[in-house]
């Protein structure tokens, strides 16, 4: 019996497009989580520095923030709540002026940014809300600018938090990707959908979402073991 | 060195307003180490945290070196804060850094040494406080007392010539505190520095202070030198405060054997404390007089003695002679109680 397995994998005729599959799915995950994790830090930080539990002892200053928090959480909500299918339609005219194309490995980065960014930063904030607060008075006590605080002490001391998130993120974005494939993103979705649910080939379907299987174990592997060597507890 | 006047710090939460401070006035002198003490939610930490405006006062000012702390601009306050050291509770390191960059870190803010100086400077603070080799270890795997050295090490780092210790002791065990204690002393005279302590514990004050002003609820009740306030404590809240380590104040005992009675609080400090007195005194008055409680011990670096006795048997004049011997030794003595009926046997 096992070896006919092996057998009809040896047989199986789509392992080139497996391959290609394989490949654009690695590449549009791996670069959408780059711009992903900039913005996400970028707009996780602002909402961490401007929330109710974190404001400024100035007065002037505290109804700014109070102004800020509630307009960049009102936007991240926005976009957390569009279902992602409707989002990457929605896109396909920024997409389009953004990269040339909606198709393909290209078309695909810019809804996958936009869809997983409000996600990260909401991770990012509460990973920030659990650095102890003494850490940033003393760092206020030194007379340490916000920026300074920001990169030298927030940061660093929520690095292996943040290294789950993004392993989080990353998973997400790798099912994201699947999805981006029914407006034909490419990847192993599109492969998935057009030979498994197309053209009824269940083989192709099982041998993709075997690999999808595979790559999100080894990225939860390397993220858990990245996390424990950046949690000196 | 640092004026505080009439500060206060008022909270709202909701609705509720709350004074943390009420009208505070304090004068802390360069090269001292003065001690705030209170129990906790007097507004202790508020008060400290005043200085250097990690708390901004709702009235009244602070002024370090007849500057106003609350007119600086933001760069200036940073400024500031950067030439004075903090030291925390809770120690508030950074676990993600080793022990070494924990204590660069002021020096990178302040950013005036060069990296090789900043790694140098790191070092001798380190051997300074006593933990030069644990320099590449992560917080998380020191001790106590230890992670207490490195948080005095950092607030070291650049210089300062104040340090405000913000319950530096109180997260530590007895003997941990002890040698934490010395090591501030140590390096006080050392440096020169002047050091603004907060403690709930007179044990604290004992060790390490030159002046003290006990808080409650927001005010100061009592300030002035250790010796004058553990010697003759004037506020129900301070006599609680020394109760707890057993410096009590005194209480006439009621097992007197003598019919005609006068009871003599007798206190001192300083010097004289270092010469045979109640001999000298009794020789003097040729009275005799029994102890009904004493303690003598030092604080800090001041000898100090006080003891309640009884006058066997003491007419007005002897009594009046007895108080100006005493006040010839420099012995602080108060009648406190007379008792001149006879008691039925």
Redesign the interface.
């Known amino acids: 019996m096992p070896g006919s397995i092996w057998q009809s994998l040896r047989d199986f005729d789509y392992w080139p497009e497996i391959g290609e599959g394989t490949l654009d799915t690695l590449a549009m995950t791996g670069c959408a989580l780059i711009f992903t994790v900039f913005m996400g830090l970028t707009v996780g930080t602002l909402l961490f520095l401007t929330s109710p539990t974190h404001r400024s002892v100035r007065p002037a200053y505290q109804r700014a923030q109070a102004w800020a928090y509630r307009f960049v959480s009102f936007l991240v909500n926005v976009l957390r709540s569009v279902p992602f299918l409707i989002l990457l339609i929605l896109l396909i005219p920024t997409t389009r002026a953004m990269v040339g194309t909606s198709l393909g490995v290209r078309g695909a980065v810019p809804p996958l940014v936009v869809a997983s960014a409000p996600f990260f930063a909401r991770l990012v904030e509460s990973v920030l809300r659990e650095v102890e607060g003494g850490v940033l008075e003393a760092c206020r006590a030194m007379g340490a600018t916000t920026r300074q605080t920001v990169f030298w002490a927030l940061l660093p001391e929520a690095s292996a938090p943040l290294c789950a998130a993004i392993t989080v993120t990353a998973i997400a974005l790798i099912g994201y990707s699947a999805m981006a494939g029914v407006i034909g993103g490419g990847g192993l979705g599109d492969l998935a959908v057009r030979y498994g649910y197309q053209r009824f080939d269940t083989q192709v379907m099982l041998v993709t979402v075997a690999i999808l299987i595979l790559i999100v174990q080894i990225v939860q592997w390397g993220g858990d073991r990245l996390v424990a060597r950046l949690a000196h507890r | 060195m640092i004026q505080i006047q009439n500060a206060s710090k008022r909270y709202t939460i909701g609705a509720v307003a709350f004074h943390a401070l009420n009208d505070v006035t304090l004068s802390i002198e360069r090269g001292e180490i003065f001690g705030i003490i209170g129990r906790s939610g007097a507004g202790k930490s508020t008060l400290l945290r005043l200085i250097?405006h990690?708390?901004?006062p709702s009235g009244g000012r602070v002024m370090m070196e007849h500057c106003d702390v609350g007119a600086l601009d933001s760069g200036q306050?940073?400024?500031?804060?950067?030439r004075?050291g903090?030291v925390?509770q809770?120690?508030?390191?950074?676990?993600?850094?080793s022990v070494a960059e924990n204590v660069r870190?002021?020096l990178?803010?302040?950013g005036r040494l060069a990296y090789a100086a900043q790694r140098q400077r790191v070092r001798d603070v380190l051997a300074l406080v006593g933990i030069a080799d644990q320099a590449d270890k992560?917080?998380?795997s020191l001790s106590g007392g230890q992670r207490q050295r490195v948080g005095i090490a950092?607030a070291l780092a650049?210089q300062p010539e104040l340090l405000?210790c913000d319950e530096a002791t109180s997260a530590l065990d007895p003997e941990t505190t002890a040698s934490v204690l010395q090591l501030l002393l140590d390096i006080q005279q050392r440096l020169g520095l002047t050091i603004v302590l907060v403690t709930h514990s007179m044990g604290v004050i004992r060790s390490v202070a030159d002046r003290v002003a006990v808080l409650d609820h927001g005010c100061v009740v009592e300030t002035g030198r250790v010796a004058e306030v553990f010697l003759r404590p004037r506020h129900a809240v301070t006599r609680a405060l020394l109760a707890e380590i057993g410096f009590d104040v005194a209480a006439p005992s009621n097992t007197s054997v003598h019919t005609r009675r006068h009871v003599i609080d007798m206190s001192y400090d300083g010097m004289v404390a270092t010469t045979p007195l109640l001999s000298r005194i009794a020789r003097d008055t040729g009275l005799d007089f029994s102890i009904l409680s004493a303690s003598a011990g030092r604080l800090k670096d001041t000898a100090f003695g006080r003891f309640t006795v009884e006058l066997a048997a003491a007419d007005e004049t002897q009594l009046q002679h007895f108080l100006s011997v005493c006040r010839n030794h420099e012995v602080r003595a108060e009648l406190v109680r007379a008792e001149l009926q006879s008691r039925a046997p």
Do not use: D
Not at chain 2, 77 to 82: K, M, S, V
Not at chain 2, 90 to 97: A, D, K, V
């Open positions: 250097n990690l708390e901004v306050l940073r400024a500031l804060r950067q004075i903090f925390f809770h120690f508030n390191l950074l676990n993600s850094i870190l002021p990178r803010v302040a992560y917080p998380a950092r650049n405000l």
